[in-house]
């Protein structure tokens, strides 16, 4: 497997930073909904440590995806047989993909900050809050994070779905192409 793109595939970093930042939303998704079913006290605690740890690990991960995009750009997109309309939707969600990728661990540590807390990087330290805690603030961000998550959530299942119709339906290469091990 290559590590760069070629003209045909994605190469072997674009599929890893793919794929990490796909496991990284699902954790961070999964523990922030079911993060407040855990006790209160030190388990409730660890699970908002690994939510917030996962949602500062997706944007070093989207990061390093848009560098490495812009440094080594994707194959050449499959032919739409939905036409140019098909071209831009599939932008589209892809712009709209990595924007939400970055608004949703943002508006995390907004809120975070907005409670007046310190956010914990990974464990390794903190930043401490740069203003007073503002309770109503911080409910209204948290609840654009929580919007934003699960609109994130959804984009994700298009992508996931219009993959699919790709393979099965329109039986081209473009799911393929992101695997790494494709069959000829």
Known sequence: MRVRNSAQAYGAVAMALHWIVLALVLGAWLTGQFGDELPRGPARDAGLFIHMSL??????FV?????????????????????????????????????VLL??????????LARGHALPIFGLFEIAAPWPADR????????????????MLALVGLHAAAALVHHYIFRDRTLLRMLPVTRS
């Open 136 to 151: 109503a603030f911080a409910h209204d961000v948290k609840e654009v994070h929580e919007m934003l998550a699960n609109g």
């Open 103 to 112: 608004a949703v661990p943002i508006a995390g540590i907004v809120a975070q």
């Open 63 to 99: 990061l390093a995806r848009l560098f490495w995009r812009l440094s080594d750009p994707p194959p050449l997109a499959e032919r739409s047989p939905l036409g140019p309309w098909g071209e831009w939707a599939s932008k589209a969600v892809h712009c709209l993909i990595y924007a």
């Open 55 to 60: 949602g500062l690990a997706i944007i070093g």
